[in-house]
């Protein structure tokens, strides 16, 4: 599987930490420094690739002939015949008809990823998104009506102002849109955004955190409702359109990453790019070290598995922890018993999982699960 980070945005959004960069004119260098790390990287790699992902930032503020440039480099360098699932990020206000149809002809991409967070142009204008909620239906529309089928969106909850009430039309309009993976996520204040900025100085009132969980609550019922399944905390699909790359993540498959910010995991040892978009394109033509790395300890690997496991609805898989963490097979099944006992997760033949309310609380039972000392 392989990651590419696209950092460019049109505009920094309000909440956002991840490393995104707004405004820049360096993007062809960019493209030319990751086609080159490509390149270097894919020498004696034999797997065909099965999931491929083009996250950020935002992918679709590349060109077409920068995306064209991109796609024939890994067609070069990878064996793409047995792709799975290509996904492309993207922002409603970049998808114009013939941006979608080149796009399109590319035929690489067979999912769209599409950051929408809100239909309510007030909640965009608090977080600093700049398509309204017309633009974000007609996006998916027309990414339909240009041949991709397998469409995400991202929808954010517990925003300012945002009542139980306006979180239940936001649901209801999706019954009506052609998608079929939905990710809702629990806005999260970052240190050093805008909107932590915001909320300091008191421009900004924060929903309660009762707010949001009643919100996520609805979202679970609704789902329910309309027959989609909860895969992950995060996480719905109708008709098994679950995210195949992001389900390898969390069963610690191991993955190249490509571009500024990306990590790679091979199974040992974690990798990650500077999240420096001068320094990593300078490493790359200059030939120097333009990342760091680290072995995971066994304990290291123990504990990132509990943190994703509990996330999904599949849990903590026995068979992983007896091949790959058979020392702390005891540990487990004696500091699992009380999230047993109190329901919040079940035991079956094959694996521990969260039931809804254990779901409600995945990283907190996690991290009581972290073995802290060797």
């Given at each position: 599987m392989i990651y590419i980070h696209?950092?460019?945005?049109?505009?920094?959004?309000?909440?956002?930490?991840?490393?995104?960069?707004?405004?820049?004119?360096?993007?062809?260098?960019y493209v030319d420094a990751l086609c080159h790390e490509i390149e270097q990287r894919s020498k004696g790699y034999g797997k065909p690739i099965k999931t491929l992902y083009l996250g950020g930032g935002t992918p679709t503020q590349l060109s077409i002939a920068q995306l064209?440039?991109?796609?024939?480099?890994?067609?070069?360098?990878?064996?793409?015949?047995?792709?799975?699932?290509?996904?492309?990020?993207?922002?409603?206000?970049?998808?114009?008809?013939?941006?979608?149809?080149?796009?399109?002809?590319?035929?690489?991409?067979?999912?769209?990823?599409?950051?929408v967070q809100s239909f309510r142009d007030s909640d965009l204008a608090t977080i600093g998104r700049i398509h309204t909620g017309l633009q974000a239906r007609n996006a998916i529309e027309n990414a339909y009506m240009a041949g991709f089928h397998n469409i995400t969106i991202d929808l954010i909850y517990g925003l300012p102002n945002q009542t139980l009430d306006d979180w239940?039309?936001?649901?209801q309009q999706l019954a009506t849109l052609p998608i079929q993976h939905l990710s809702c996520y629990a806005l999260t204040v970052e240190p050093h955004t805008l909107l932590e900025q915001q909320i300091r100085k008191k421009l900004i009132q924060p929903a309660t955190e009762a707010t949001a969980v009643a919100q996520y609550e609805i979202l679970c019922q609704w789902a329910a409702a309309q027959g989609w399944e909860q895969y992950e905390v995060s996480n719905f699909c109708k008709d098994h359109h679950y995210s195949r790359h992001n389900s390898r993540y969390w069963d610690r498959t191991p993955y190249l990453g490509f571009g500024a910010a990306a990590h790679s995991f091979d199974g040992l040892n974690r990798r990650w790019n500077y999240s420096n978009l001068r320094k990593y394109c300078e490493g790359i033509e200059q030939g120097r070290i333009y990342y760091e790395e680290e072995?995971?300890?066994?304990?290291?690997?123990?504990?990132?598995?509990?943190?994703?496991?509990?996330?999904?609805?599949?849990?903590?898989?026995?068979k992983i922890i007896n091949t790959q963490f058979p020392n702390y097979t005891?540990?487990?099944?004696?500091?699992?018993?009380?999230?047993?006992?109190?329901?919040?997760?079940?035991?079956?033949?094959?694996?521990?999982?969260?039931?809804?309310?254990?779901?409600?609380?995945a990283d907190g039972i996690a991290s009581e699960l972290f073995i802290l000392e060797n």
């Open positions: 696209i950092p460019f945005c049109h505009r920094k959004c309000n909440y956002c930490a991840f490393y995104s960069l707004a405004g820049r004119q360096d993007k062809e260098r064209t440039s991109l796609v024939e480099t890994l067609r070069s360098c990878f064996d793409l015949s047995q792709i799975e699932e290509a996904t492309i990020e993207c922002n409603p206000e970049d998808l114009s008809p013939s941006y979608l149809e080149a796009l399109a002809s590319l035929r690489l991409f067979n999912r769209i990823s599409m950051g239940q039309v936001q649901l072995q995971l300890t066994l304990r290291d690997a123990f504990n990132e598995y509990m943190m994703t496991a509990l996330r999904t609805t599949r849990g903590i898989e026995k005891n540990y487990l099944a004696i500091h699992i018993q009380p999230y047993l006992q109190s329901n919040l997760l079940i035991e079956t033949d094959s694996a521990y999982q969260p039931t809804s309310k254990g779901l409600l609380h």
